[in-house]
């Protein structure tokens, strides 16, 4: 039993208005990896990277993440994302992205992996996505897929056929109306699990997030924070949280569903606090735990009559 | 012991994407008014109108709202606003402000409204905030303050002097944003609870409203709502709904206040269902409690560990 998350892992080089890094470690895959490693002991990640990622596999192998499936390119430079976040931290210029080795990904599954029943295809190419689920000889017990506006402006149809083959999706607000052509998000719900997921997870930033599903829905609070260090990466901490705790409870139902929303939401949280993987690298156990108590706090009220 | 609400009667014309009005009966203390008034029995307003408004005032008196407080002015006009909103319903055009009356208004506070233990200043110019707090005999125990950012570009030394007399303040993120000069809204709280009120309420819209107060943060979610039919007077209904809960359990601490601001939510969500008081003036007990039990569920779950 495993959790398998596919996605990039990326050299990212990023601009905010608390300073600039060199590159650093980032990738969908790394950030989902990284945050699941928290909440679940058994994550294997598929990607591919350069030589020149070198000793940075490290970064996962100290949170016993399992890289047998990220393919090492002999002489390949590693996907580099160049991007430059403005004052509000809400909108971001992309100063350079160099696909390099990421440009021929065709994701490989060791047999090691084939024990997989929960499945993250994280923001990815979505043939890459149909492609990983095409390879695993077992359908997984659930399947969370991440994507993003880019996928829907030049890869609609594949992202149409792979959406039939989820249960869950996770996108923002902006993209859940760009995909369903309609501006009241229940509306679009109602559209976008037309479209085959049994559950769509709405994301809203500072906003928190919306959970739809079973004819039910639940609003997540987002933790209101002080200062955004850096949002690199926190919609991937948030599928890899939300993915880790459901493979750790085992039991797919709203119930679980919900608190999946909750700790994605944390793992988010922490994310944004520091430079690309900083703050998930250093983590604690004991801190996530104290963070879920801040969002209980934070949303609870009780009304009797 | 009586909820005194001060603000303004109106006629609106309303455009949104789904009709248009005549004029209608409108003006932040008739949504407020008809708000507090399913809350709490014993609730006053303080107003102007012109002899125009004729027999509407019915539709306040029919909730059993006090409105010896609401001067007639003999051949007078009662302001007039009309109003366009856009595809989104979060922007809208003004297309006129006739003040009329309300340009002389000068609060007038009958005797029997010496009782009031509970203020709610409604969205209005600071200094008629002002003079209604210097004729009240005694301090009211909990005042609250509605305002936008219409007053802080035009008479920001009023707004804050009156915002050193308050307990709440209830205000949107972009204003919270303009008043603090802050981007981040936890630090944009701090600086607006340096101010003055002791408590501070961001509303978000459709993203819900945060609380702030006692060292605490509260996050409580909108409806999701499949159509916003009129957003007009949905911040006044909150407010109204907010002191009106207040009123009615008559202590303030911050789980109660927690509870009011779900109650404004509530309110809220109902006047947007129709065009202008159409919802509020139709609307049952019975109704607001199974609205209740939905932001119950919308935002309610349960981690054990």
Redesign the interface.
Known sequence: MSLVIVGTIAFDAIKTPFGETDKIVGGAATFAGLAASFLYDNVKLISVIGEDFGDNIAILNRRHIDTTGVEVIRGGQTFFWSGKYH??MNSRDTLATDLNVLADFDPKIPVSYQDCDYLLLGNLTPQVQIDTLDRLHNKPKLVVLDTMNYWMNTALDDLKTVLKRVDVLTINDAEARQLSRE?????AADRILEMGPRYLIIK?G???A?LFGEG???????L?????FDPTGAGDAFAGGFAGYLARVKTVNF?NM??AV?YGSAMASFCVERFGTQRLETLTYEEITLR?QQF????R???SE
Chains 1, 2 share one sequence.
Do not use: R, T
């Open positions: 004052n509000d501006y009241s998000l229940v509306k809203k500072e906003h928190g919306l039910q829905v639940f609003s997540a609070p987002a209101p924070l002080a200062e955004v119930s919900k608190n909750i879920i209980i706090a934070l949303s009220f009780e009304i």
